[in-house]
């Protein structure tokens, strides 16, 4: 007895749902997220920044290792990047005010004191 299976053109697979974001989309929103340029994310990478703006934009396809580099150098899931698992999407933050946030942690603490009260008594004179 001989089966014969439907060529991948005629078969039918059920839709999944990958959410309104391309992976490129979501690799560039977890970059940002996380205060990196594409230059600095390829040098993590061990890429190129050329490389990083292709898959980005979705003029590349990324392959699984590739995937999962991506993954492990954002520090999310392969399921999350795919868009298979849902995210919480919080308020994304500029690059300006994570990379002024990340000079203001690295501050000493009595530095860091001064100027988040100085920032705190301006919020509250513009909340008022």
């Given at each position: ?5 439907p060529r ?21 929103r ?16 061990g ?18 290792e ?14 999350t ?48």
């Amino acid at each position: 007895m001989h089966l014969v299976m439907p060529r991948p053109s005629t078969l039918k697979l059920p839709e999944i749902d990958l959410g309104d974001e391309s992976i490129g989309e979501r690799i560039a929103r977890y970059r940002k997220k996380h205060g990196l340029t594409q230059v600095q994310l390829a040098k993590k990478m061990g890429l190129t920044q050329a490389l990083i703006s292709s898959y980005e934009s979705g003029r590349l396809r990324l392959h699984a290792e590739l995937l999962a580099r991506f993954a492990l150098a954002l520090n999310v899931s392969t399921d999350t990047l795919l868009g298979l698992k849902a995210d919480k999407k919080e308020k994304e933050f500029s690059l300006k005010v994570v990379r002024r946030m990340k000079r203001i942690d690295s501050l000493p603490t009595a530095q860091q004191k001064i100027l988040l009260s100085t920032i705190d008594n301006f919020l509250k004179g513009v909340g008022s």
